[in-house]
């Protein structure tokens, strides 16, 4: 690994409604003394979202144990396959990149409905329990939809169907390296 790798800091890989990388300074006031004093090995994050407190806070202060976790089933199997198959991962989201950067602004449209009409079917043969092959593909849909989608929101309707509309981003294709 070279020595600007090393540099790079860990941050939120999405955008997510109510994610607190604003607020991070604003709660520096706030977090106990014993985190300071390095006391504190074990962090639990219930409601882990895009997970701006937990990298802020495992970057700076000496957390042993993270135990982190929500209720959102594809973004947890997202984290999971970067964790474990990040190249695999990339593979595919390189592929996004090109397969976005090559279709006319006007057809893009086109394309996120595609992604998501994949998303949805797909949503069926996805066992959240094991980690298998299928999550890779899922993991990409997952942050390919969040980056090119309205507002990065994540909507499911009745059905368990994601219904974020295309977020018409001139320059959405950069947003997810
Ligand atoms: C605003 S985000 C958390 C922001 C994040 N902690 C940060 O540092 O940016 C809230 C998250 O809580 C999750 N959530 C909501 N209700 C939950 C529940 N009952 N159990 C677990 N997670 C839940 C949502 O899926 C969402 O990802």
């Known amino acids: 690994m070279g020595k600007s790798e090393y540099m790079i800091k860990a941050k939120p890989f999405i955008k997510w409604v109510g994610g607190k990388s604003q607020l991070l ?78 279709t006319e602004q006007e057809k893009r449209n086109d394309l996120f409905l595609e992604v998501r009409e994949q998303f949805n079917i797909q949503r069926f043969e996805i066992n959240y329990k094991n980690l298998s092959d299928n999550w890779v593909s899922r993991a990409a849909q997952f942050i390919f939809l969040n980056k090119t989608c309205f507002n990065g929101l994540f909507r499911l309707n009745s059905k368990g169907e994601f219904n974020v509309p295309y977020g018409k981003y001139k320059k959405a294709a950069k947003k997810w390296k």
């Open 25 to 102: 300074e604003q709660f520096e006031n706030y977090y106990p003394k014993e985190l300071r004093k390095g006391t504190i090995k074990n962090y639990v994050e219930p409601f882990l979202g895009g997970g701006a407190l937990f990298f802020a806070l495992s970057q700076r202060y000496k957390i042993e144990n993270a135990y982190l976790s929500d209720l959102n089933k594809d973004l947890v199997l997202t984290y999971q396959i970067i964790q474990e198959r990040p190249n695999d991962l990339l593979e595919f989201l390189e592929q996004y990149q090109k397969d976005y950067d090559q």
